[in-house]
Each structure stands twice: as C-alpha cells, then as structure tokens.
C-alpha cells in the first residue's frame, strides 16, 4: 500500500458574493450620510451663532428680548415726542415685559432734573450743551451718541395770514412772535440766528420747552413763533410753517446717553439700540428729522 502524497496547503482566492457587495455598498453609503451630517450640523451651528447677533435691523430685540423687563424711563426734549412715542409701541411690542414711561420737556430742565437726583434710564437731549450738563456731573454711562439733527422753522397760523416770508420779517412791528427761553436748545438755537442776521426781536414770550412755543401759535396768542420743523409737521393743519435758509446757521444734533445710575440698566441700553438702529432712525427722519 502506498503512502498518500503529501498535501500541499493551497491559498484560497477570495470569493466576492452578492451579500458581501450589497454590505461594502451599505458602508459607503452610510460613510457618506455621516459626512453631510456633519457638514450640516456645522452649518447649522454656524447660523445659529450668527442669527444671535444684532443684524442692524432688530437693534438689541434679539440679543436682549429675554432680560429686558420692567420700566425704562426716559428723560427726553420735547420735540422727540412723536418719534419716540412710536418707537415706544415697537419696543414694547419687542419687550413684553418692559414698559417705557416718558418726560417730556425742556432739555435744560430735564438735565437739571437729572444732576439733582431725578431716576431715569436714558436721557435725550436736543443739544450737545444741554447734554454736557449731565456728562460734566458724571452722570452719563459712556459717550452719548448723536442720532438724530433738528432744523428750525417759523410756525404761523394756517393760511399765513400775517404774510410772513422770512426770518426778518419776525423783526418788524405789529408781529406777536414766541420764542423758547434762551437755556433751551430751540430757544438758544433761534437767538444764534438772531445774532448772525444781527437782527432785534422782542418777544411776546418766552416758553420753556418747543411744544410750549408751538401751542401760543395753536391757540392764536401769537401771529408766529420759532419751533422745529418736526414740531410743525407733527401739528399738521394746525399751523402752517415757513422755511428760512438762515436756519442752517444753528441746526441741532441730538445726544442720547444710558444713564450711570440707572435702575434699569438693560432696558435703557436696549431703548438706545433701536433708537439708533436703520428702524429707529426711519421712524425720526419720517418725523422730520435730519439724519445724523
């Protein structure tokens, strides 16, 4: 009997079946679906990071909405009356948590208000002096920022009935005219003109604040008086105004500044925001306002 020949081991080539291509199919696709999620999750990630800024048009709503509450108050000239009371809808309907309650009046007497004591959030002057009363006492947080510019202009009552052209004409007898005090930005405003035309006007009064001026011209006490040409739109039919080139002799730029003593600090940030965002700033210039 003879012995079996010795067996030669033989390598096995590797069969490729169909379940093992349908399984290397599966891991690529998988690999695959991994990658554009990755690549999604960092997008996304990215946008949401991005969607946190302010984007120029929500000022501070999106980066503040959830700690914004509470009452902002805010010390403000006259003449921002319209314009500020519509940004306040915006800001509450923004903010329902937060309530803006306003002060209204001279810019002097509110900054005097303030130096005293008086608790405010913001304060918004009509003049960079008036505001310098409150920066010098150290009462403003940072720098104020300038937002907005206003121009004088002549009111009269509806259909001109005095016939008044211009601003010399305020000069001549038989004309009742009101004019702001002289500590007021209007009313400091007014008197610069007068001094470059090197004309003399003696009033039939002095207001304190530009609303005051505007209401003796409503009432039919004066025949004219020197106010803002927001101040003349914002009254509508009820005066007419006069323009005067000498006006771009004494236009006022508008600080507004958080206040350091603040009690709401947040909210009177958040207020200045939309003040000076592209929002803030079509609400003022539809109001008659220069830009800044």
Known sequence: MSAAPPHTPTREK??????????????RVAGGLTVAVLALGGCSSGDSDASKKPDGESGSASKGAKKVSGTVTVFAAASLKEG???LKKTFEREHPGATVTFNFGGSDGLAAGITSGAPADV????SPKTMKTVTDAGDAQGTPAVFARNQLEIATLPGNPKKITDFEDLARGGLKVAL?????????AARKVLDAEHLKLTPASYEQDVKGAL?????????????????VKAAGGKVE????PESKKAINDYPIARLKKAPNAEGAAAFIDLVTSPRG??????AGFLKP
């Open 84 to 86: 500020f009371t519509e």
């Open 281 to 286: 700033q079509k609400v003022l210039t539809e």
């Open 241 to 244: 105004g006069v323009e005067f």
């Open 215 to 231: 209401t003796k011209v409503e009432l039919k006490e004066v025949d004219a008086s020197v106010v803002y040409k927001t101040d």
């Open 14 to 27: 590797p069969v490729t079946t169909r379940s093992a291509i349908r399984r290397s199919r599966t891991l």
């Open 180 to 188: 702001c005090a002289k500590e007021v930005p209007c009313g400091a």
């Open 123 to 126: 304060f918004a002057a009509a």
